[in-house]
């Protein structure tokens, strides 16, 4: 069983940064594959960006050259770097785990956080 917290949101104008925060609970944190997924208002779920336990990543088109994501073993959290935030990056960041999956799959994650409000003035 794995708890993921997520952290770090808030409002931020066009062309800010913001950088997420998801502490995981259990000491295999390194074990899992780590995921960042978005929801706005009306929409469903999308994928964001994902890691790798190697350190392999991935990325959205839609975010692909402004958000980073990485991750500390020793600290068991992985992080989301956001910089030239625009109005359509407004959603719920949710962190999520997968223990055999790396990817973009929504369904294939095992764990999820209660998510964080990042909202982005225009």
């Known amino acids: 069983q794995v708890q993921l917290v997520e952290s770090g949101g808030g409002l931020v104008q066009t062309g800010g940064s913001l950088r997420l925060s998801c502490a995981a609970s259990g000491r295999t944190f390194s074990r899992y594959n780590m995921g960042w997924f978005r929801q706005a208002p009306g929409k469903e779920r999308e994928f964001v960006a994902a890691?790798?336990?190697?350190?392999?990543?991935t990325y959205a088109d839609s975010v692909k050259g402004r958000f980073t994501i990485s991750r500390d073993n020793a600290k068991n959290t992985v992080y989301l770097q956001m910089n030239s935030l625009k109005p359509e990056d407004t959603a719920v960041y949710y962190c999520?785990?997968?223990?055999?999956?790396?990817?973009?799959?929504?369904?294939?994650?095992?764990?999820w956080g209660q998510g964080t409000q990042v909202t982005v003035s225009s």
């Open positions: 999520a785990a997968a223990r055999s999956y790396y990817g973009h799959e929504r369904a294939r994650y095992d764990y």
């Open positions: 890691i790798s336990r190697s350190g392999d990543s």
